[in-house]
Each structure stands twice: as structure tokens, then as C-alpha cells.
């Protein structure tokens, strides 16, 4: 099932970045949002893409620069 946030973006998951400090250093983390979520009602084949990316337009750039130095 697919669910829309409050501005409007549709995906089955919603997740926000959170900056965590340890040991000095900075690492984003994912946190899921699991409030104020309406789920979609009828079939929308129109609104399918990619949500994630589309949510989050710089996920794909934050994951690849804060798993390059594991």
C-alpha cells in the first residue's frame, strides 16, 4: 500500500535525514515517518515513480558520499 505525506508526495515509505554525532564524527541516519501519512485511495497508475528519489532528490548523493568512507 501507498500512503501520501503531507506535501503531497506519494511512496510506500517515507524516511527524514538526521545528522548523529559520535566518537567527534557526523553520520546522516535514515529515520522512518510513520505519522501523518494518508493512504492512497483508488488506482492511481498515473502517480507510480519513484517517490524516494523524488522526496529525497539528494538521498542518492548522500548515500554514496557517507558510505565511501566505511
Do not use: C, W
Request: hydrophobic share 35%.
Amino acid at each position: 500500500s501507498m500512503y501520501f505525506d503531507e506535501d503531497g508526495d506519494l511512496a510506500h515509505e517515507f524516511y527524514e535525514e538526521t545528522i548523529v554525532t559520535k566518537n567527534g564524527r557526523k553520520r546522516a541516519k535514515l529515520k522512518r515517518i510513520q505519522k501523518n501519512l494518508t493512504p492512497q485511495v483508488g488506482n492511481l497508475n498515473h502517480q507510480k515513480e519513484n517517490s524516494l528519489v523524488r522526496a529525497f532528490p539528494g538521498l542518492l548523493r548522500i548515500f554514496f558520499f557517507f558510505f565511501q568512507e566505511v
